[in-house]
């Protein structure tokens, strides 16, 4: 059982006692769920193989018994599961107080195009029947969709449904059954899910059972299409690290070296790996390795392993095959957000990765980490190109918006000209393949129903296309032309939208026609930030919310203000960013 600390009364205002207690009732809530699914097999999750023909199913159990050993059966109609795949179990130990397993079974022999039913069993007992189609063969007319999330908790979990507020951690099927015409929960028929890092807010958070909540949540979704991962920053410590190894073991991995340990013992490397998908190579990164240091990797085996992946992926056979590139991973190349994260982090990145992307021409960079969502120009070494239109440089999109605790604040700096779309909505991602030649994305609008108006959940607030026909590594001599300009409105060359969907809450409309940055600015320089500041805790209160991602203009913080201390910021002059030649790659100065 885990302990739940409910509220400590010291040197805490009646906000935070608020807070802490609604917060407090929802774990409880969880325990009690997860109690009551204790006799029951749950947490039921699909994932894709390295082999088209076969499809990994994992889930967890309280016990494990060998007269009754975890086995998934699986056939073409509900009433038929006529095969039978047996499966592992994996004890976990890391929770205090409880000891539970992993299992993971993998069902093969899957013909294309094929819809099977399957349930799993094990010492709880057998699950109700689901189903997927495997491998889907595109009709005419009929793209591919895979659906993107970033920074997804158990509370505050405003993609999955209408019904997810930050009021309770319970957002499962009966929560949603209200309504699954929009969200999540009506991307079934998608072909894939991927979750670029940041899980349930914590996946360790209260024993695990704040992780459990989260897939017994995600079940309504992941246990019909495969749901795939990468690592985020609150899965870095130790306790969260060893939950995210553990509960995503099912992944494909392809990684060097295959394992790595955690807390629990080892475990495959999830950490990094790749896998195709109709048109697609995925590649997943670490972005952590930047920032902290595993046991039996390093960032610069990742790099080399990632390296050597893009090798393959783009020699000319395999490109023909599948053309498009996806790499992923949590942290950000390039964003405009208010904090640090957007300026000494995105450099450590692109200082290593920027030129290998630039050389093997990855179409698209995606992470999460920001609570919003952005996408650049195509971009490289900070220079852009105006189109979409055979793009000369990889594009850059940040997708973290899927809804949790920490709320994105208003933002409060203007986009510069290589940003082409920001937006601080709750949000998530539906990528539709076409051909190998035409890639559609649209970011899906999911904002609450507290603050904003619930006819607006479920709208494409974004929807843009890239159109290459000649996937190849990009040539420095048609390398982006474009300098960047800080600020958008002085670029004649591009085009930027920032939509901030706190602008009708904000009060701040002067009729002007200046933009809602200048008017924040305006606001806090006549009004203090104090004033500020109480502005922005009347947007948190009108959607529940726990606190800001960020209040302050450079800093790197989780609901900090101005008057602290600032993380380092690295001065121009000592950015060490690159740009290729006309003649080949050379380091020079991106500032030039």
Known sequence: KATVSVLNWDNVTLRDNYQTMRAALGVLA????????????????????????????????????????????????????????????????????RTWYTHVAVMRGLSPDTRYFYAVADAAGTSDVRHFVNARKRAAGDPYKHIIVGDLGAAFAFSVCTACSGKSLVCDKATCAGNTSVGLVSETDADMLLHVGDFAYNLNTDGGAVGDRFFENMEQVSAYLPYMVSVGNHENDAGALAH??????????????????????????????????????????????????????????????????????????????????????????????????????????????????????????????????????????????????????????????????????????????????????????????????????????????????????????????????????????????????????????TKCTSYDHWEPLLGLDDGSGRSLVERIRAYRAAHGDAAWRAKLDGLLSSVHGRMWEDVRDNGYSDNAWAKDKPREEVPMSKRGGVRPSRTGFQWINSDQ
């Not at 976990?92 to 107080?97: N, P």
């Not at 553990?246 to 394992?259: C, F, L, Q, T």
């Not at 971009?379 to 990889?394: K, R, S, W």
């Open 30 to 97: 969880a325990l009690a769920a997860s109690v009551d699914a204790k006799d029951g097999v749950r947490q039921i999750h699909l994932a894709l193989t390295q082999d088209e023909a076969s499809m990994s199913v994992q889930w967890v159990a309280n016990a494990t018994s060998a007269a009754a050993p975890p086995t998934v059966r699986y056939g073409l109609a509900a009433d038929a599961l006529t095969m039978i795949a047996h499966g592992d179990a994996k004890v976990f130990t890391v929770d205090a107080g």
């Open 244 to 493: 995210f190894a553990e509960r995503y073991r099912a992944m494909p991995v392809n990684s060097v070296p295959p394992s790595f340990n955690t807390t629990n013992g080892a475990t495959p490397n999830n950490l990094y790996f790749s896998w195709d998908k109709n048109l697609v190579h995925y590649i997943s990164i670490s972005t952590e390795v930047w920032f902290l240091s595993y046991t039996g990797v390093t960032k610069a085996g990742m790099l080399q392993w990632l390296e050597e992946d893009l090798k393959a992926a783009t020699a000319p056979a395999q490109r023909a095959l599948v053309p498009w590139i996806v790499v992923e991973g949590h942290r950000s190349m390039y964003c405009t957000s208010n904090d640090g994260d957007c300026s000494k982090e995105t450099w450590e990145l692109r200082n290593d990765l920027e030129e290998l992307l630039y050389r093997y021409g990855v179409d698209l960079f995606v992470n999460g980490h920001e609570h919003d969502y952005e996408r650049t120009y195509p971009l490289a070494f900070g220079y852009h190109e105006a189109g979409y239109v055979n793009p000369n440089a990889t594009v850059y999109v940040v997708n973290g918006g899927a809804g949790n605790q920490e709320i994105h604040d208003p933002f409060t700096k203007d986009p510069p000209s290589w940003s082409a779309f920001r937006a601080n909505t709750f949000s998530y991602s539906r990528v539709l393949i076409h051909n190998a030649t035409h890639l559609q994305w649209q970011q899906v609008q999911t904002d609450p129903y507290d603050g904003f108006p619930m006819s607006e959940y479920g709208e494409v607030i974004d929807d843009w296309w890239v159109v290459q026909h000649r996937h190849a590594p990009f040539k420095p001599e048609h390398a982006p032309k474009l300098k960047t300009a800080k600020r958008c409105s002085e670029s004649a060359a």
